[in-house]
């Protein structure tokens, strides 16, 4: 079965500080797919990246960063030099084959200024 | 942005009257699911469709049904409200990608009061 577990339920840093989301998952399949969304205050679901199971490379995008290592089951997400805007609640999620996405509980990140 | 629309947006309802929440799609994308979202849960699948007239349950069913007549339509239905069933209902569409590498688009929500 599928299962993903972000172990962190609220995270608090200040300005400017680099912070990590973990993510952990579960999967039989060797096929997948990982994804991140981010809900900020407003309340909508923004997609931000996905991950295919056979591509290990980590990925960069500005400030965001992704490391997927499949020896630790993990895909992890870095924001560098965080600002008062990347304060949200963010998701991982897993996709195996055309099922619908599971979820993470989510990551509550407050970025104080 | 996916053309996802819900409706309602928001709604207050009495324990034991049925409620219908509406999804409607204009990207013609073969699937819909409902989420609900709640604090400590993160988001739940309830039901999802991947054609029309072909829904499946998934995670927390119990008390929901769906229906979808049309591929730009799904509906979910709780036919006697409970106030467990207090919650933010969220829509979301995804096309058929090899694999499933397709990312799910979601709807702004439905934030549902059972009183």
């Known amino acids: 079965a599928q299962k993903v577990t972000q172990a962190q339920t609220e995270i608090s840093v200040v300005e400017k500080e680099d912070v990590t989301l973990d993510c952990v998952y579960e999967?039989?399949?060797?096929?997948?797919?990982l994804f991140w969304y981010k809900q900020p205050p407003s309340g909508e679901l923004v997609f931000l990246i996905r991950r295919n199971s056979f591509d290990e490379q980590n990925e960069i995008s500005g400030r965001y960063s992704w490391n997927f290592q499949k020896s630790t089951s993990s895909f992890n997400f870095t924001i560098t030099a965080s600002q008062v805007v990347d304060s949200a609640v963010y998701f991982c999620a897993l996709r195996e084959g055309n099922t619908p996405l599971v979820f993470g509980k989510g990551t509550r990140l407050s970025v104080i200024a | 942005d996916a053309g996802i629309t819900q409706s309602p947006r928001h709604k207050v309802t009495e324990t034991g009257t049925p409620v219908t929440l509406r999804c409607h799609q204009t990207e013609n994308h073969r699937y819909m699911y409902w989420y609900r979202q709640d604090p400590g849960h993160g988001l739940r699948l309830i039901h999802y469709?991947?054609?029309?007239?072909?829904?499946d349950k998934g995670e927390v069913s119990d008390g929901y049904s769906v229906s979808r007549s049309k591929t730009e339509d799904f509906l979910l239905t709780l036919e006697s409200a409970t106030s467990s069933q207090t919650s933010v209902y969220f829509c979301a569409i995804s096309e058929s990608a090899p694999e499933g590498s397709a990312e799910a688009f979601f709807g702004q929500g439905t934030r549902l009061t059972v009183v």
């Open positions: 999967t039989r399949d060797t096929t997948y797919y």
């Open positions: 469709s991947y054609g029309v007239k072909d829904t």
